[in-house]
């Protein structure tokens, strides 16, 4: 009951969230968002604006979230990273991967789920993992801390087609229980 399909409870709320909780399948959490951290390259206490998932090196990197690239490229810091701005609110960041994924270039859109990197160690990095910053209104925040917007419900328009829908659909499955 939208342009691109998706799940919904009975009262029409979208059950897909606006951001996926992480950007990969990790087995850990190496480093959390850390104001006062001590950088294990540097040995200097140092703000570390992200959250660094460990992960073997060519691990999928994924969009969190339906959005445009503005960066994807090289820094001596950063390695290989991939930036992505979803609305005028939120953006993303990636970094340290081993490689890019083919075709993810500035101006790109991409969909929440869709591959963007793989895990590696490149730029200022101790081992594979992705350090994935979140940026709030220009700032970047912790992920973790931040109340984010529910997604789209079912538009007021397309509601009696989705109720409709709805009890046609419970009425069949109630009838095969018979």
Same mark, same amino acid.
């Given at each position: 009951?939208?342009?691109?399909?998706?799940?919904?409870?009975?009262?029409?709320?979208?059950?897909?969230?606006?951001?996926?909780?992480?950007?990969?399948? =990790?087995? #850990?959490?190496?480093?959390? !968002?850390?104001?006062?951290?001590?950088?294990? /390259?540097?040995? %200097?206490?140092?703000? +570390?604006?992200?959250?660094?998932?460990?992960?073997?090196?060519?691990?999928?990197?994924?969009?969190?979230?339906?959005?445009?690239?503005?960066?994807?490229? =090289?820094? #001596?810091?950063?390695?290989? !990273?991939?930036?992505?701005?979803?609305?005028? /609110?939120?953006? %993303?960041?990636?970094? +340290?991967?081993?490689?890019?994924?083919?075709?993810?270039?500035?101006?790109?859109?991409?969909?929440?789920?869709?591959?963007?990197?793989?895990?590696?160690?490149?730029?200022?990095?101790?081992?594979?993992?992705?350090?994935?910053?979140?940026?709030?209104?220009?700032?970047?925040?912790?992920?973790?801390?931040?109340?984010?917007?529910?997604?789209?419900?079912?538009?007021?328009?397309?509601?009696?087609?989705?109720?409709?829908?709805?009890?046609?659909?419970?009425?069949?499955?109630?009838?095969?229980?018979?």
């Amino acid at each position: 009951f939208s342009e691109d399909g998706g799940y919904y409870d009975k009262n029409g709320r979208n059950l897909k969230k606006d951001f996926l909780k992480a950007p990969l399948q =990790y087995s #850990r959490i190496s480093s959390r !968002y850390n104001p006062n951290r001590l950088h294990p /390259v540097l040995k %200097t206490r140092k703000a +570390h604006l992200g959250t660094d998932y460990a992960a073997p090196t060519g691990t999928p990197i994924m969009s969190t979230a339906d959005g445009t690239i503005t960066k994807a490229s =090289y820094t #001596r810091n950063n390695g290989n !990273y991939v930036k992505i701005k979803h609305n005028s /609110v939120y953006s %993303t960041q990636y970094l +340290h991967m081993s490689k890019i994924a083919k075709g993810i270039k500035p101006g790109i859109y991409v969909k929440q789920g869709q591959v963007i990197g793989y895990v590696g160690s490149t730029g200022l990095a101790t081992g594979p993992h992705v350090c994935y910053r979140f940026w709030k209104n220009g700032n970047q925040v912790d992920p973790y801390k931040q109340d984010l917007p529910e997604s789209d419900p079912v538009s007021e328009k397309l509601m009696p087609k989705y109720i409709l829908t709805k009890d046609s659909l419970n009425i069949l499955l109630n009838l095969s229980i018979l």
